[in-house]
């Protein structure tokens, strides 16, 4: 087997994604090759070559892939995919924009989202919201693979590997970087902090999400939102969690003002320990969440933040 | 312009989905189905598109069964001016569909397609991607927001940091995210007058693409169940068992 992962990577910082996607692709070989495409990656080659298991960090740096559109990016990945037999990147919005172009130009069927590598064609992945679990086997000479970074362990570090440069200057002539919205944030990513707590419809405004700032620092998590929440405008759609959103699976979840509808719960339900505020005690979340609070948010998030 | 609106008959969003006993798929006997929602929100897309002016027609078109019908009539009721049924009754992967809707594309040659950016069945997230590629046209995926300007679309993108705005050369594929639109319901009137429209059926075989599978289902189950938990009475009660019992807070 031989196996390129796709390194996820964000203004010049490798993102701790690309780390577990290294862990699942070293289920099916010994040693995987990380390719980084962008526009000064310097460090990011220099993280990723210090990721355990990698054996060699193959860079593309060059202005024609600063925004990692898909269009060129995808061309790239094919040039260069002839000698592997898996090619896997993270379920992020990158990587689910990029590789289904990569599988139709190989004109492989792709494997999105798995969350279980039980042998090098045989794969687990969620189907309808989570609510069923399908065991699939790809009967491609290439495996084209997106991996639900949530559902593995990181990796540890190791003394730099092998570093190889290669000039390949695809120009991307459909489509242009026009511009950027970043939101910016202190806080740990949604998809890799050890903490999450979200705020639903029940915070009422965009404002009282400054009720849950005090405990996330605290408890050092990242803050997340139900799609009412971003739909009502307030917060942003970066912050969503679950089937369309974002997946996250925290060592502590914590739900506020938020009724778990399915979609939401399928993307949280894998968290190790799910607590759950709301003041109707039928909401569904109630049926996931390990400690369930009945109360008014607005009356308890203050307590919690000074009893923490 | 005209634009195609590829939609698929999924599991209606409001229903949990049951695992087979037998392990084999998910049931979907006697299930109430319906257009998946990020089709919905390419369909009410295009329609606007039209209304603008900016499109002259919104072709629907439908994968699968002869059931799928349902859904185009739908579409038409929306205001999609005609609608092509592929008929089969193979369980498809995107590959596929793509396959077949590059097809399509080659034939009546669409400067837009749009497409929802997942199906809330396979929740696979592959099929415009693939069709842009396969059509070697730009894409805009995750899109929520699309204006239509020359010959470009300038598409913003729901990504993981944020908002990302492209500039499309058309002929393009866009896929659906949820704040693109507020898909409107069909009036009565409209599904009436829909019963009249053209509706095409091809038979998918005839296409000359070939179906057969490259990824086998081995088994589906139930995802594992969550212990039941407990309900506290008190904001303190919550952090003593967050700190003793669960261990995750220090
Ligand atoms: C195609 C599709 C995709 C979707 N994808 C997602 C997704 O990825 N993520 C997602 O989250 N949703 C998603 N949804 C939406 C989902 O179906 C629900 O509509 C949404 O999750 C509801 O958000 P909510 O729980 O914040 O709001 P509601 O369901 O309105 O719940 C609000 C809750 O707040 C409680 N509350 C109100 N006031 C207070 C108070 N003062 N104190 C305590 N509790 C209070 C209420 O009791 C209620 O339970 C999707 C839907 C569709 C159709």
Redesign the interface.
């Known amino acids: 087997m031989s196996v390129l992962v796709v390194a996820e990577h ?1 203004n010049g910082q490798l993102k701790a994604e690309t780390a577990k996607v290294i862990n699942a692709a070293l289920k099916v070989a010994e040693g995987v090759d990380v390719l980084v495409a962008g526009y000064n990656v310097d460090d990011v080659v220099q993280s990723a070559a210090n990721i355990a298991g990698v054996t060699k960090v193959r860079v593309v740096d060059n202005a024609l892939f600063e ?1 990692q ?3 060129n990016t ?1 061309d790239l990945i094919v040039e260069i995919a002839g000698g592997y037999t898996h090619i896997l990147a993270s379920a ?3 990587g ?10 190989l ?7 798995v969350i279980d590598v039980i042998d090098s064609e ?1 794969f687990k992945r ?15 000479a290439k495996k084209v693979i997106t991996v639900r970074a949530s559902a593995f362990e990181s990796q540890s570090e190791q003394s730099a590997c092998e570093v190889e440069i290669l000039s390949l200057a695809l120009d991307n ?11 910016e944030s202190e806080r740990p990513e949604l ?1 890799v902090a050890p ?1 999450v707590i979200s705020g639903g419809r029940g915070m009422q405004n965009g404002e009282n999400f400054a009720l849950l700032n005090g405990i996330a620092d605290k ?1 050092g998590a990242a803050i997340g939102a139900s ?1 009412a929440a ?2 009502a405008g307030f917060v ?3 912050m969503q969690v679950g ?2 959103g ?1 997946i996250v699976a925290p ?2 979840y914590i739900a506020v003002g938020i009724s778990g509808a ?2 939401h719960l399928a993307g949280m ?1 894998d968290s ?4 759950a505020i709301n003041k109707d ?1 039928d909401a569904p979340v ?9 109360a008014d948010l607005f009356d ?1 998030l203050p ?2 933040e000074s ?2 | 312009m005209k634009v195609l609106v590829p939609i698929k008959r999924v ?1 209606d ?2 229903v ?4 087979k006993p037998d392990n084999t798929d ?1 049931d979907l006997t006697n299930v109430k189905m319906a257009m998946n929602p ?1 089709c919905e929100i390419a369909v009410e897309e295009a329609i606007r598109l039209k209304e603008a002016g900016t499109a002259t027609e919104v072709i629907a078109v439908s994968i699968g069964d002869k059931a799928c019908q349902e859904q185009l009539r739908t579409a038409l009721a929306l205001g999609a001016d005609k609608a092509i049924h592929i008929q089969t009754d193979a369980k498809l ?3 596929h569909v ?1 396959k077949l809707l590059a097809k399509l594309v080659d034939e009546h040659q669409p400067e837009l397609v749009i497409l929802g ?2 199906s ?15 059509t ?7 899109a ?1 927001k699309m204006v239509i300007d020359g010959g470009k679309a ?1 598409v913003t ?13 058309l002929p ?1 594929v866009v896929t659906t ?3 693109l639109n507020e898909p409107r319901y069909a009036s009565l009137p409209n599904i009436m007058k829909a019963k009249r429209k053209p509706l095409e059926v091809i038979e998918a075989d005839t296409l000359g693409v070939n179906l057969t ?11 594992s169940k ?7 009475d ?3 009660e ?2 003593s ?2 700190r003793n019992e ?1 261990k ?2 220090s």
């Not at chain 1, 969620?126 to 491609?140: C, D, F, L, Q, R």
């Not at chain 2, 070697?136 to 995750?142: A, I, L, N």
């Not at chain 2, 599978?213 to 995802?223: A, D, H, Q, T």
């Not at chain 2, 969550?226 to 506290?232: E, K, L, N, P, T």
């Open positions: 964000e925004y559109l898909a269009e995808a992020s919005t990158t689910k924009n990029t590789l289904p172009r990569v599988a139709a130009l004109d492989v069927s792709q494997i999105s989202e045989t969620p189907i309808y919201a989570g609510n069923a679990i399908a065991t699939v086997k790809s009967n491609e002539t459909l489509s242009s970087f026009v511009s950027v919205e970043q939101t998809n903490v408890l799609r971003v739909d942003p759609n970066d089937q369309t974002k060592d502590l399915i979609q339900k190790k320990v799910i607590v005690p109630f049926q996931v969440a390990d400690y369930g609070l009945v308890v307590e919690l009893a923490l | 599991i969003y409001n949990k989905a049951r695992v998910v990020f992967e995107s590959l793509a950016k997942q809330i069945d396979s929740d696979n997230n592959q099929t415009g991607q693939m069709l842009a590629a396969l070697r046209r730009s894409q805009g995926t995750f929520s300038l993108r729901e990504v993981d940091g944020g908002l990302q705005t492209l500039s499309l050369l393009a995210d949820l704040r599978p490259r990824i086998e289902l081995l088994k589906v189950e139930e995802p969550r212990q039941a938990g407990v309900i506290v008190s904001v303190e919550l952090v068992k967050l669960a995750v807070i």
